[in-house]
Nanobody, 122 residues
Framework: QVQLVESGGALVQAGGSLRLSCAAS????????MGWYRQAPGKQRELVAT???????NYAKSVKGRFSISRDNAKNTVYLQMSSLKPEDTAVYYC????????????????WGEGTLVTVSS
């Protein structure tokens, strides 16, 4: 089994900063990419940022220049540094990992965390 555990969600004022963390554990052979998605009330889940095992990053247009994604491959952990936060960044943030699972021998599987709430007050 694979588990993704997020942390770092909080209530923050507009203009503030926050850092999210997500640690993957379990029967992992290798992680291909990790990323963050978010879902605001009444809206669909959307991509925030992703990072490959080689460090290639991709950002949603709405967060480019304000958010930064990074990962520690040795710890199977991905981070999302969020700055200049806006009320519209309020959402549940979900961690995603695309990985090769060890026990069942499944490749390219997507796993999700349970989410962490980020609330930005105006």
């Amino acid at each position: 089994q694979v588990q993704l555990v997020e942390s770092g969600g909080a209530l923050v004022q507009a203009g503030g900063s926050l850092r999210l963390s997500c640690a993957a554990s379990g029967s992992i052979f290798s992680i291909n990419s990790m990323g963050w998605y978010r879902q605001a009330p009444g809206k669909q889940r959307e991509l925030v940022a992703t990072i490959t095992s080689r460090g290639t990053t991709n950002y949603a247009k709405s967060v480019k220049g304000r958010f930064s994604i990074s990962r520690d491959n040795a710890k199977n952990t991905v981070y999302l540094q969020m700055s200049s936060l806006k009320p519209e960044d309020t959402a549940v943030y979900y961690c995603n990992a695309n990985l090769d699972e060890l026990v069942l021998g499944q490749y390219g599987m997507d796993y999700w965390g349970e989410g962490t709430l980020v609330t930005v007050s105006s």
